[in-house]
């Protein structure tokens, strides 16, 4: 039977490089004889302008018959007055959570030949490998109460929550814990257990699977402390796990020591292992449907998806190794370019990748 893929390329950048990754995952299908059906829909503003909603019922539908979803990016300057419950936004965090997709799994690594590309020295971020576990329906992101209020005086107040239950802490941790297990075997948990309630029950709950887990060197770190390692000393760090909003951070910090945000795929996955696969970067409205966008990132969460979702092992391998080829022949898009280097643009990126994979 063949597997379904969701496409959602979203806004900004979103469809440009989704369409890239369409054409990789076309030569892929052929070459290794994979049977896939592609349908596509709306999320965002794009969806917001057709439906006036970020996400249709008959779109989550769609999304949660198919076994992946490749997803762009959301957002823009041009529904920033939209209320908060109707923000782009809002179609990819309720995907998020109607899916179940608890566990997203952000790696940073620095592909040798961009080592240039990093803010930091070359010999602090040679060999960079990082894999950030981020809780990703829960937290202060979905906690409630949430809104704004007028107080007696008039004046007004914004709040959110912020909270875990255990369950929700376990299942991450464990995600966590398993992935380091197969990794380099350090798993580092970030919190603020210094101050905030809900996050020293997350470390002590994280601290008491250590025990089940003697094979994983533990250890924790407050959040600030850990935003300020990542950029002293990177290579510290195997597994991250942490909660939503931190991990939205860090993830965001990570990547950049790889030179670039527009390199980094991302998988969130449900306790089936449906998956929704996208950028860790966003919709970048300012280069929006100019060719500028890096095409990268999305083109390697597609074998994020061949890998994790249809345990197609060859066919993602293929596409990581096109990729660093493609940077072999030092093509670059604008964010990673570098002298000596050619630059290149969205489409004649995807087309190296896809020559690559011909040959
Ligand atoms: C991310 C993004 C999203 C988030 C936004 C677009 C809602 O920043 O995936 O990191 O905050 O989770
Ligand atoms: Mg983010």
């Known amino acids: 039977m063949s597997k379904q893929i969701l496409c959602l390329p979203g806004d900004g950048i979103g469809p440009e490089i989704v369409a890239e990754a369409l054409k990789v995952l076309d030569v892929v299908k052929s070459r290794f004889g994979l049977a896939i059906e592609i349908s596509e829909g709306l999320v965002g503003g794009a969806s917001l302008d057709v439906h006036g909603v970020p996400l249709t019922d008959e779109t989550l539908a769609e999304a949660k018959k198919s076994d992946a979803i490749l997803f762009g990016s959301v957002g823009g300057p041009k529904w920033d007055d939209q209320p908060m419950m109707n923000r782009p936004e809002r ?5 998020r959570s109607e899916m179940g997709l608890f566990a997203n799994l952000r790696p940073a690594m620095l592909f040798p030949q961009l ?77 603020k257990s210094n101050v905030l309630e809900v996050t020293a029950l997350w470390r002590e709950i994280v601290s008491d699977m250590g025990s089940d887990y003697s ?20 290579k510290q760090f195997d597994v991250m796990v942490t909660g939503n909003m931190f991990g939205d951070i860090l993830s965001d910090c990570a990547a950049m020591l790889t030179g670039s945000i527009g390199m980094l795929p991302s998988a969130s996955l449900n306790e089936v292992n449906q998956g929704m696969y996208e950028p860790v970067h966003g919709s ?3 280069i929006a449907g100019q060719g500028k966008a890096n095409p990268l990132a999305q083109i390697l969460s597609l074998a994020m998806l061949l890998r994790y979702s249809l345990g197609e092992i060859a066919a993602a391998d293929a596409i990581e190794k096109a990729v660093s080829d493609v940077l072999d022949q030092g093509l670059r898009t604008g964010d990673i370019a570098s002298e000596g280097c050619t630059q290149v643009s969205t489409s004649e990126m995807g087309d190296a990748v896809v020559a690559c994979l011909k040959s």
């Open 91 to 95: 179609g990819l965090l309720k995907l």
């Open 115 to 191: 080592a240039e590309a990093s803010s930091l020295k070359h010999e602090r971020v040679a060999g960079l490998d990082i894999l950030i576990v981020r809780e990703l329906t829960g937290g202060i992101y979905f906690g409630e109460p949430r809104g704004v209020r007028t107080l007696e005086s008039g004046e007004r107040e914004g709040y959110n929550t912020y909270v875990y239950r255990e369950s929700e802490i376990k299942r991450i941790a464990k995600v966590a814990f398993e992935a380091a297990q197969k990794r380099g075997g350090r798993l580092t948990s970030v919190d």
């Open 215 to 234: 094979d994983v060197e533990l250890s924790h770190m407050y959040v600030d402390n850990a935003a300020m390692q990542l950029v002293r000393e990177p």
């Open 284 to 286: 970048a409205p300012d």
